[in-house]
């Protein structure tokens, strides 16, 4: 169409909003415990978890800090620390 | 490091998922967990239509949308017939094995304001699976109670007070009536058991007909829990026997998930969750308890949850 | 081919013509034998569509909803308490751009119930942002329902239609009808291309939620595709004339017009009634010519005050009326003229509520008493003894 008609639009244009602004706590990976079983990945409500071997971090402009991934970790490897900005 | 942090064997790289990241749902959110959890294990070619509530609201604000599948808001009550109008089309075109259908909808969308949309899609039998994302009332406007808010539940609707425990009337039976169709596949699930929702996506979308899923999504905000405890409240109202977790096929009961070694009193479900908090300030409160355990009781014995 | 058939076949076979993906109608009377007819066309293999049997209005409105997003061509039919049930609906169509047809039986709305012909169903929805067809008898029917996909379908539209034919009068009369054909249809009405649909290699969002920062922008594009539709629907029935030879008016067609002092304006199977009228009473000296109104969404304004350059007087014949405020033709005519340098006289006669029949007479009774007056909000026809006044 000629014009716009504002009614539709592209896959995924949520990721302009950095919703990582609103949280106080933050998950910190350690890095130490994990066993690559992505619970983590599988139980973030906002797809914010990703890695490999071992190595899985939050990603911060998205992660509300909702503590999920912290609360699931079988192995104790996330922790929910306030956050100092 | 110990045998259990060994690096397992290769793991494909994590991909994007297909319900992304910058939504508006609150922190820890239920329902875009399980939505999130449904549209990976249902996969990129599907077309999805959703009703009005939170999920469409924290989902898609022009010209925000977290969807990366073919993704489509009508109403509040109607998603399961724009999946029906949806199914016929791709049938026409000849496109209906190489692209499936989802329709989702809240509680209040499904149960409510939706069931007759529903009950013409399930009794025409089209080959839609319904996602009804269960979090116990209308929370988009405000936590107000719906039919499948649960008996003595707060919500701003059914409030307690001096004369009032809350909502007076058990969780409609949705899966039965939906069952009672006699459709292919029905099933509850919860975001409280994660791997077992992906497996009944999967198992639903194989199935040619009308398929459905029951999905508890606990909300931190209108539940007044911490946010971090979502998938820990789910797995409990399982535990208690409150949220059974069954498969009906063809309108029979064909599998069950048994909570015998697992069992827990439905104190440990309601005690974290402000929604209940007027329970717990006195006898009566007690009582009250005994009555939601007695229900517990009825579906653990109906569906023998317990060996 | 010249065929003696029902008004509601006309529809169908039309429909059928054009090839529809996807059809799916809930039965109501006096549009049931649209549905029934097409079912059957369907069940013999003669229309390809996939008929859903839903289980309201409202259902049938979403699944040709679903049926156009996904770039289908879809078809409903309904009239007076099922056009209201998906009302809802309809707005949604008309603010998603998704285009379609739907024909509308006139019946009126109930309460009292009442399952005879008027206009009080088609106006409840004159604000949603949908085309709105007037057709008056059975040959228009079968010519006017290729026309009105292809004002929806075209890509700088992109709007769901109805067309609107009257209950019983038009259903279920018998008249003969000069067939379309498929060949022809084919050309005519091309297969729909959609300005956006769901498709898994383009994955795109529809139906957003939109903030007070984009919604009054939405509303705008609308009023403007509306103002861009008055242009295409004259083309297509340009078009089709051309083609067919058969013309029964864009956005309005006129009657013996071209010395007239005094017109009758109306829409639907009323304006038959009305050219016997008019050449009744033209044998007779009377300067009186007819405006129908095809087109009752967008309200063809310019036009109408064209035609009238030379008018004296326009007496309104309307089959609906807006409780609170007047007859409903008669109040939007008014505004057609209002601060106009020409500004003739209007007056408004509500005709017909509820099926009641319209002899010639009273028309020319209410000439006769509109001959240098105004009057406003008359009931034709009233049974005084009755409503006892």
Request: with cysteine; hydrophobic share 40%; charged share 25%.
């Amino acid at each position: 169409m000629s014009k716009p008609i504002l009614t539709s639009v592209g896959p995924g244009t949520s990721k302009v909003n950095k919703t990582g602004a609103w949280r106080t706590l933050v998950p910190v990976f350690k890095h130490d415990a994990c066993n690559d079983c992505r619970i983590c990945v599988q139980v973030c409500p906002d797809a914010c978890v990703s890695g490999e071997d071992s190595v899985y971090n939050a990603n911060l402009d998205f992660c509300k800090g909702c503590g999920i991934c912290a609360y699931e970790c079988p192995v104790d490897d996330i922790e929910m620390v306030l956050e100092v900005k | 490091m110990t045998e259990l942090t060994k690096k397992r064997k290769e793991k494909p790289p994590v991909v994007e998922s297909l319900l992304t990241s910058g939504h508006r749902a609150c922190a820890g959110c239920g329902e875009a967990l399980g939505a999130k959890l449904v549209m990976d294990a249902a996969g990129p070619n599907i077309m999805v239509a959703t009703s009005t509530g939170c999920l469409e609201v924290f989902s898609t604000p022009y010209p925000e949308s977290a969807w990366r599948v073919p993704w489509i808001h009508s109403l509040f009550e109607n998603s399961s017939a724009v999946a029906c109008g949806i199914e016929a089309a791709l049938r026409a075109r000849g496109l209906k094995d190489k692209v499936k259908v989802i329709a989702q909808g809240g509680d209040g969308g499904t149960a409510d304001i939706g069931i007759g949309c529903l009950s013409g899609m399930l009794e025409r039998n089209q080959e839609v699976l319904y996602v009804c994302y269960d979090n116990e009332a209308y929370m988009n406007t405000g936590v107000q109670r719906s039919g499948l808010t649960p008996f003595d539940t707060h919500t701003t609707t059914s409030p307690s007070g001096k004369y009032s425990f809350g909502n007076q009337r058990p969780k409609k039976p949705l899966l039965e009536i939906v069952a009672a169709h006699q459709i292919p596949y029905a099933a509850t699930a919860t975001v409280g058991y994660p791997n077992d929702l992906q497996m009944k996506v999967k198992k639903a979308l194989a199935e040619s007909g009308a398929t459905f899923i029951h999905l508890h999504v606990p909300c931190p905000l209108g539940w007044a829990y911490k946010s971090e405890a979502t998938i820990e409240i789910a797995r409990l109202a399982v535990q208690t026997g409150l949220f059974p977790i069954i498969e009906i096929k063809w309108g029979k009961v064909t599998r069950v998930r048994k909570i015998t070694k697992e069992r827990r009193p439905v104190e440990d479900y309601l005690k974290p969750q402000g929604r209940y908090r007027h329970l717990f300030v006195s006898e009566d409160g007690k009582k009250e308890i005994e009555k939601i355990q007695a229900i517990a009781n009825a579906n653990i014995e109906k569906y023998g949850l317990v060996d | 081919m010249r065929k003696l058939i029902e008004g509601s076949m006309a529809v169908s076979e039309s429909v059928r013509l054009c090839k529809p993906d996807v059809i799916a109608a809930y039965p109501i009377t006096p549009q049931t034998h649209i549905v029934e007819f097409l079912a059957q066309m369907v069940a013999d293999g003669d229309c390809k569509a996939q008929f859903i049997n839903v289980e309201s209005e409202f259902g049938a409105a979403s699944v040709v909803l679903g049926a156009a997003a996904v770039g289908t061509r879809a078809y409903s039919a309904t009239t007076a308490q099922g056009l209201l049930l998906m009302a809802e609906v309809l707005y949604n169509l008309a603010g998603m751009r998704l285009p379609l047809v739907i024909t509308v039986a006139n019946r009126a709305v109930s309460a009292p119930i009442n399952i005879w012909n008027d206009h009080s169903d088609a106006v409840v929805i004159r604000d949603a942002g949908l085309i709105m067809l007037f057709a008056e008898d059975a040959q228009e029917l079968m010519d006017i329902h290729p026309q009105a996909y292809k004002i929806a379908e075209n890509p700088e539209i992109s709007l769901p239609v109805t067309v609107n034919m009257d209950g019983f009068i038009l259903t279920h009369a018998f008249e003969p009808v000069e067939m379309l054909e498929q060949a022809f249809v084919d050309k005519f009405l091309p297969p729909f291309e959609p300005v956006v649909k769901l498709d898994v290699e383009n994955p795109i969002t529809m139906g957003l939620l939109a903030e007070p920062t984009w919604y009054m922008e939405s509303r705008y594009k609308l009023k403007e595709t509306m103002e861009d539709s008055l242009a295409v629907i004259d083309a297509v029935a340009d078009e089709f004339k051309k083609k067919t030879g058969r013309y029964y008016g864009g956005l309005i067609d006129t009657y013996r017009m071209e010395d007239a002092e005094t017109a009758f304006v109306a829409m639907g199977s009323l304006v038959g009634t009305l050219k016997d009228v008019v050449d009744t009473l033209r044998a007779k000296g009377e300067k009186v010519g007819i405006i129908k109104i095809r087109s009752f969404r967008p309200f063809p304004q310019a036009k109408i005050r064209e035609v009238s350059a030379n008018l004296k007087q326009l007496i309104v014949f309307d089959k609906s009326y807006s409780l609170g405020l007047g007859t409903i033709l008669q109040e939007e005519l008014r505004s057609c003229f209002y601060r106009q340098k020409h500004q003739p006289m209007i007056s408004g006669f509500v005709v017909g509520l509820g099926g009641r029949d319209i002899p010639p007479q009273s028309i020319i009774n209410s000439y006769n008493k509109s001959r240098g007056k105004e009057l406003l909000n008359e009931f034709v026809d009233l049974r005084t003894d009755v409503v006892g006044r």
